[in-house]
């Protein structure tokens, strides 16, 4: 019998779903290797059969999330979040630093109609989480790795390297240092193969806090760049602001 794997959708955009659609053929592979149970967005629907690994994306929003999070927990061997939403609230998590009730009773017309948590939370703070894969969206190769690596037991390696080594690997002139652009790359896990440098653009962070990122070190730095401190407050509080590293660093250049 296959291996069943199963693609939960909480509070999201659907864009770490679409990097697994756009795996092309690996994804025609993998459909060869596994029994997919669950995966709306591309058909099969089956939210309660047990399955080995079950892949969340988004994070928890509603009361509804909460209860639905520990029903997928139980019935899966493994679970991995996949994107910025899942491992570290995603922007809906910028609600987390103001009032969200009045955020709400803004945009909607009858604001008591909708069923929603003050805060965007990620999976981890919920079950226990096997892997957390970074990135917003996730690069597809580091899915189906990981995959790969769980269906024959090998423990998967997760990224750690900072942006700037992959960036330093590839030989990119540094738009830092060259161009004064602010760039993040200094205290971003890799995983995304450096693609803003590559096109003359600073990261922006989207796979989270790399080992030992040093956040204070970069904060001056971007401060010598001419940043005001509530520009750099944004550059932490941005699309991981609930990943605790980058939220104390932002915090912090938000109080100055
Ligand atoms: S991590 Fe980014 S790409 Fe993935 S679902 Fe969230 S917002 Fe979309
Ligand atoms: S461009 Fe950014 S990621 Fe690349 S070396 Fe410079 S600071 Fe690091």
Known sequence: MKPKIAVHKFASCDGCQLAFLNAGEDLLTLAGMVDIIHFTEAGPIDEETEVDIAFVEGSITTPADCNRIQRIRKNSRYLLTIGACATAGGLQALRNFANAKEWVASVYAAPEYIQSLATSTPIREHVKVDLELW???VSAKQVLRAVHDLLFGV???????????????????????????????????????AICPQVGRGCYACFGPAENSNTGAMGVWLQGLGLMPEAIAKRFLFINSEAPEFRAAGTQWKSK
């Open 135 to 137: 990135g917003c969206p």
């Open 155 to 193: 423990t998967p390696k997760v990224e750690l390297d900072k942006v700037c080594m992959e960036c330093k690997r590839q030989r990119h002139v540094c738009v830092m240092v060259s161009k004064n652009i602010p760039c993040m790359g200094p205290v971003t896990r890799t995983g995304c193969g």
